[in-house]
């Protein structure tokens, strides 16, 4: 399932998909493919991510039912 | 609520992440014993050829190629190059033709001193015997390295930013 949520919250950062990866230390394939739904990230990488984004786990990684 | 990310049959990944580590070492370690029994080959016989580490040499060699294929196939070394080229001063692309050069000298002066040592008479000779293998084994050995290097670099890349690109459509 695509992680909109996530698009959405670096685009409020007005950030590529490769300037996010470098800001985290991922590669920008990796970036792209959470986005997509295609990988699964580790925790650690989730904190990461929601750490530079200024986001919480719930905001980027859970969605409600309905 | 659910997770974005929820999967129909959860892996332990503890225990997939410490078997993938293990499996790392293994690796390592087939590596170290080539090189150990390599050496020991060449201390029990006085010399290299072939022959005697064949095995050994088509262990690391297949075990690499395999590895390199992979690694292209599964857009993996796209990764590797950009992870690399954030970290370092020197791009993959650098390194890779300083490796050529690099792995071309070394192969000039190993030949080199062996005909010195096996041919000459007088230590002019030996000089002499050096340069000349050396020289020759540079001009012979440098461009064939360089190409397959390059080459075999571009090709993977080439391979692995098209499989990238495409899992990474939408």
Known sequence: ?66 | MKMLFRKKRYQDERVTAEQNRIYREIYLLIYVICFLSIVYKFIMNGEISLNLVGTEMLIVLVSGIYYAIRSAKLGLFSAEVEIHDQKNKWSYQSKTIFSGIGIGVLLGIIFGVNSAYQYADSQMQAYYYFFLVFIVTLIIYMPILLLLMLGSYSAAKKKSDKVIEKQLEE
């Open chain 1, 1 to 66: 399932m695509k992680n909109l949520k996530l698009k959405m919250a670096r685009a409020e950062h007005d950030l590529s998909q490769a300037e996010l990866a470098k800001l985290v230390g991922v590669t920008r394939q990796t970036i792209g493919l959470i986005e997509l739904g295609k990988y699964n990230p580790s925790l650690q990488l989730c904190i990461a991510i929601c750490r530079t984004l200024n986001k919480t786990l719930d905001d980027l990684f859970w969605e409600e039912d309905g």
